[in-house]
């Protein structure tokens, strides 16, 4: 089945700082979605990109639709405590979404 | 709020022991799910229902049967429990399948199968 490869697995940062991380798999997808989990919580969406090359803001976030349709990446400017969670990407193909094992971001104050 | 709400939180089985986890919606979504997430494997499908009346079969169904019992809800049962099926459920609803709009998560139930 589809897989996706998120990377990296886990990061610290230190407040102020711009964090990327980013999916790729060897299948295409017609949608990619990026969501954020807080601890004890579902997964909530952050930003969705619908077409190849799209790019897309959401406040200090920042993700774009790779132009092969296989890969998508996310950008934090600036980062703060409370960007602190696991951040997911998600591809769907037909009626599912398949998702990335997650990126682990600790923020150091 | 409204939103995706699942019951209950927390759960601890002893191996063999059977239970169902609910979910409801009330969004007036057609399309509902149920994952698993598994530290360093992210949310694996388990089964999904299309719209009322249908379900089918995800990445990881083994061990599981569902129920969409109307529109809202949305059960996951566990027969015979194993200490494989420990991990925390998550169910999503989304109006349609497919959707472009991604889904909406409750918050999850803790099981732990000893």
């Known amino acids: 089945g589809q897989q996706l490869n998120q990377s990296p697995q886990s990061m610290f940062i230190q407040e102020g700082e711009d964090v990327s991380m980013n999916c790729t798999s060897s299948?295409?997808?017609?949608?990619w979605l990026w969501y954020k989990q807080d601890p004890g919580e579902g997964p909530v969406l952050l930003i969705a990109?619908?077409?190849?090359?799209e790019l897309t803001s959401n406040g200090r976030l920042t993700a774009q639709f790779g132009i092969t349709r296989k890969d998508s990446f996310l950008n934090i400017s600036a980062s703060i405590p409370s960007d602190v969670g696991i951040y997911f990407c998600a591809g769907q193909y037909g009626n599912k979404l398949v998702f990335g094992a997650g990126t682990i971001l600790r923020v150091k104050s | 709020n409204a939103g995706v709400t699942q019951t209950p939180k927390f759960q601890v089985l002893k191996t063999g022991q059977s239970m169902t986890l609910q979910c409801a919606q009330d969004m007036n979504h057609n399309s509902m799910y149920w994952y698993r997430q598994d530290p360093g494997m992210g949310l694996r499908l388990i089964y999904y229902s299309a719209s009322e009346g249908t379900t089918d079969k995800g990445e990881v169904p083994n061990g599981y049967n569902v129920s969409r019992l109307n529109k809202r809800e949305f059960s996951l049962r566990l027969e015979s429990a194993a200490p494989s099926q420990t991990s925390v459920y998550f169910c999503a609803s989304s109006m349609t399948a497919p959707t472009a709009y991604g889904y909406t998560f409750g918050s999850g139930t803790r099981l732990t199968v000893v």
């Open positions: 299948s295409i997808f017609n949608t």
């Open positions: 990109l619908y077409k190849a090359g």
